[in-house]
Structures are given as structure tokens and as C-alpha cells.
């Protein structure tokens, strides 16, 4: 990533210099007309206070300020100003007179007037240090949140551009069996996977999406996945749901259901039926799956880490960090799933 250099050290102290001169030159000669020896005054006590400033600005801040160690700071500051206000009260007017002896020049200030101009410098000019770091700060942050974002909506582009083939791929081939086997309900079962396809690929295209429509995707791919099987009802959909309009990341729901269809079911056996448990109440969602563990030729060695379970992993990471629980278990020829969400709001 190109990052525009927006900390601009040559621009801030030109602004707090300048500022700095047309303040001082007005305080010196107390609002009148400013002659040359006004300007030569002003801008040799400038070079002289700019010591402090400096000072202040790269050793004091980044040592004792930025690393919180505050009681230090403030030592370091009083000392700071107290030893270069008495500085400049002790030798400033003896090297402006010698390096400008055609000139006669008078101390505007005395020596206490002296040590509270240093040190309303020094504080005014740590104040727009401070200021100035904190909307760098602010700055790059928000430049660094933005490509980060880029980041996420082009990882989940990826992974829902992944999850939509291999839906229709595996899909597909429930129309396949249903063609060979040449069963009247091809039709229906064409009809209800347009409208299946229709939510996964446009519907789906969103942030979030509520609660319902991912419940109604589960039924419609159960009633779906019933043209596939000779002995339906495999499935006990258990739902207790608070809020219908309870919103969630789309298509978290549909790879489990899908797996647990691809590893736990075959047409025309009496296999145990696949348990879904949903339950949604205030900010948390549960998602509870399991199904049975069939061990057939056609299956993987590593049968239930295929890619519809590791997108939902990446998902899970990219858009609930810190807020899910993804965990799989098997025992007992049962494979489980168990996904729970933290949400922000209900």
C-alpha cells in the first residue's frame, strides 16, 4: 500500500515559527509600528528559545510524554524552562549586542516577564506538537482502518465467489440423480433451486442479512434436498428465534447444513436424521448441527474439512473476530457443529 507522507515536519514548524514571530514582535514593541531593530530582537530570541523548543519537542516528548512516564515530564519541563529562561536572561542581551553593535538595543522584558513568556512558549508550542501529532495519528489510522477494510471485503469477495460455485456444483448433482432416476419432480425440484440460487448468489450480496431469510434458505434446501432422498423428514429443524429481524452475516448457515447433507445422507437409507438446533435471544445466536458419520467409498479421507467449512472459517475470522465460537466434534459416529455469534446490537 502507497501512504502519502502526511506527517509534514517542515510545514508544522514554518506555521509554529511564523505564528511564534508575528506574537512576539507584537508583544516586544506592545502593539506599535515595528522598526528593524524590532524584527533583529525578535528573531534572535527566536533562534535562541527554538534550543528548548526542539529540545521539548524530540527528546522530552518521545521519552517521558509518549511513554506515559507523566511526573518525569513534568520535571523535565520546569527544568527545561527554568534553566534556558535564566539563559536567555544572562546572556541573550550581551550576544545580540555584540553581534549587532550599530545597534542599541533594551531588554523588552524582565527577568520574570522573561521566565513566563519561555514557559507560555513552551506549553503553547507542546500544545500544537500534541495537536499536531494526534491528527497525524488519526490520520494514518484511519488510512491504515481503510485499506484494511479493502482488505476484508476483497477476502470475503473471494471466499463468496468460492461458495457460490461449489453450492451449484454439489446442486447440480441432485439434479443429475434426479435425471438419471427420470422422476416427475425434476421440474419442482429445477423451480425450488432457482429460488435457492436466486438468495445465494443476488439476495446474499449484502452486510447482513435478517434472520428469517436464512431460515427460510435452510427450509427451502431441505424440501430441496428431499427430491434427492427416497425417505424424507431426515431432517429435525429445531428453532427458537426472539427477534425474526435479528441480522447476521449472510450464508454462515447454508455450508453446515450442506455438509452435514453431503456426509450424513444416502438416498434410500434409514440413516439417523440430522439435528439442527437455532436459537437466537438478545445479541446471541446459536447454531447447533449434527449428523451421522457415513463411511462410504465416495468420501474423502478428510471428509468433513471440505471447502464450504474452511470458507465458513475464513468468514467467521474476517467478520466476527473475537465475537464467535466455531467448534466441531466427533464421537460416536456423530459429527457436531456448534456456532455461536456475539453481536453488537439485537
Not at 180 to 204: F, M, P, Q, W
Request: glycine share 2%; hydrophobic share 45%; net charge positive.
Amino acid at each position: 500500500m502507497h501512504k502519502s507522507n502526511i506527517h509534514r515536519p517542515l510545514v508544522f514548524h514554518s506555521v509554529l515559527w511564523i505564528l511564534a514571530f508575528v506574537v512576539l514582535i507584537f508583544v516586544f514593541t506592545k502593539g506599535k509600528r515595528p522598526v528593524r531593530i524590532d524584527y533583529l530582537y525578535t528573531i534572535s530570541f527566536l533562534i535562541l528559545i527554538s534550543i528548548p523548543v526542539c529540545l521539548n519537542f524530540y527528546v522530552l516528548m518521545p521519552r517521558f510524554l509518549k511513554q506515559e512516564r507523566y511526573l518525569n515530564y513534568v520535571i523535565a519541563f520546569i527544568l527545561n524552562a527554568s534553566i534556558f529562561g535564566y539563559i536567555i536572561f544572562r546572556f541573550f542581551q550581551p550576544l545580540i549586542d555584540s553581534l549587532f553593535p550599530s545597534y542599541f538595543f533594551i531588554s523588552y522584558l524582565t527577568h520574570n516577564n522573561l521566565i513566563i513568556v519561555v514557559t507560555i512558549f513552551l506549553v503553547s508550542s507542546t500544545l500544537m506538537k500534541l495537536a499536531e501529532d494526534w491528527f497525524y495519528f488519526n490520520a494514518s489510522e484511519n488510512k491504515s482502518l481503510k485499506f484494511k477494510n479493502q482488505q476484508i471485503e476483497t477476502q470475503l469477495f473471494a471466499l463468496r465467489s468460492q461458495i457460490n460455485p461449489h453450492f451449484l456444483f454439489n446442486s447440480l448433482n441432485v439434479i443429475y440423480a434426479l435425471a438419471l432416476d427420470k422422476k416427475s419432480s425434476i421440474t419442482n425440484a429445477i423451480v425450488e433451486l432457482s429460488d435457492i440460487l436466486r438468495y445465494v448468489i443476488y439476495d446474499s450480496d449484502t452486510e447482513r442479512v435478517q434472520l428469517k431469510d436464512e431460515i427460510l434458505l435452510l427450509k427451502n434446501f431441505i424440501a430441496f434436498q428431499n427430491y434427492r432422498l427416497e425417505t424424507p423428514h431426515k431432517t429435525e429443524l429445531n428453532i427458537d428465534v426472539e427477534n425474526e429481524t435479528f441480522e447476521i452475516y449472510p450464508m454462515l448457515l447454508l455450508p453446515l447444513l450442506e455438509n452435514s447433507y453431503k456426509h450424513g445422507t444416502i438416498s434410500g437409507t434409514d440413516t439417523a436424521p440430522i439435528k439442527i438446533k437455532l436459537q437466537q435471544k438478545g445479541t446471541k445466536f446459536l447454531f447447533h448441527i449434527s449428523n451421522p458419520i457415513l463411511h462410504t467409498q465416495n468420501q474423502l479421507k478428510n471428509k468433513h474439512s471440505g471447502i464450504g467449512l474452511e470458507n465458513l472459517r475464513n468468514n467467521l475470522k474476517l467478520v466476527y473476530p473475537n465475537r464467535h465460537t466455531f467448534e466441531i466434534e466427533t464421537n460416536d459416529d456423530i459429527f457436531k457443529v456448534k456456532l455461536e455469534l456475539q453481536t453488537d446490537v439485537e
